[in-house]
């Protein structure tokens, strides 16, 4: 593959901090070599974190999945039951704070509370919960659910979702983790996730938020089928409400994985367009300030190497993931690892808040936190002798 003068041109602009079209942006997705792409996102990232561009971030934090009843049934989710079917699950709140308390004991600092549109869980649900976490755990961030959830609990409890949003948050909703994204265009959307609200009401939902002061991430879901054109559509949609509001903090792409699903694999991402993807979102969200690059489904190797592609965050170290590995995601990490992963991407680990600051800048090596317990793991968990809190269980998924 060539570099034409044009699209040399392009990289150059970008890398130099101009804006790109999402014209460009496909132009350079489609046909710019994947090292002067990467290069140019580098650039890009160097700059915004001038002065800190040597570190890379990552957290510690753990899902806690309430119920798989779900009333949605999207054909990529592995995760779901029919509400009325075997195998269906919820969690009672005491087993939920049990999760938060291994959560805070292995020095975890955030939560997502994830789960299915379950046919009873209005708004008065999610109030609950969250009050009964703040109210044992008040450092522990609740960085949980979504547009899709929120229009779920409305309809539910009849009301609008600007009324949800400030209820769940005066609640204890710090900020929405942007779950539901999937491909926001319309078309790739009703194919794989037809009882979903429309990527427009998604990212209104998300406006609301933003406006009401709850921040948010912004997630896309790549591999099911879309066309080039949607994945940048996508982004061009997320940039276009980030103008206006400046509310998501971050990016994370991710892979369809194709393991227990209606979908049943037809179609997958390859590494290399997950890693184009990162240096466009670098390059074309300029108004977004991180953006995250995903082991957990794509590998470490590939995590490191989205370090040098515009991403200045790794993820976490997941307590606990149900989720993305009932479909076939099976790395895992702990934070010893994650921490020898970033430095051997040539850069400074630094443990941080979901709000982005850093924590701990893991600076020498030799003072790395020594606790084999901060381990993700899929399918449960956890503390198993813990030492902090010994009077608790260890609990099963499921
Ligand atoms: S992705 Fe979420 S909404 Fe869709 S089926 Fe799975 S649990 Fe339900």
Redesign the pocket.
Known sequence: MGQSAGLRHVLDRAAEGGRISPEEALDLYRSAPLHALGRAADAVRRRRYAGTEHIATYIIERNINYT?A?????K??A??AAPKSDGVWTRDLDDILRRCAETVALGGTQIMFQ???HPDYGVEYYERHFAAIKKEFPQLVIHSLGA?EVEHMARISGVTAEEAIRRIHAAGLDSFAG??A?LLPARPRKAI?PL?ESGERWLEIMESAHRLGVESTSTMLMGTGETNAERIEHLRMIRDVQDRTGGFRAFIPYTYQPENNHLKGRTQATLFEYLRIIAIARIFLDNVAHIQGSWLTTGKEVGQLSLHYGADDLGSVMLEEN?VSSAGAKHRSNRLELLHLIRAAGRVPAQRATTYEHLVVHEDPAQDPVDDRVVSHLSSTAIEGGTAHPELKVVAAN
Request: charged share 10%.
């Open positions: 798989n779900c009333v949605t049934a999207c990529f989710c995760f779901y789960g299915g549109h899709s779950a539901g999937e996730a979903k989720v």
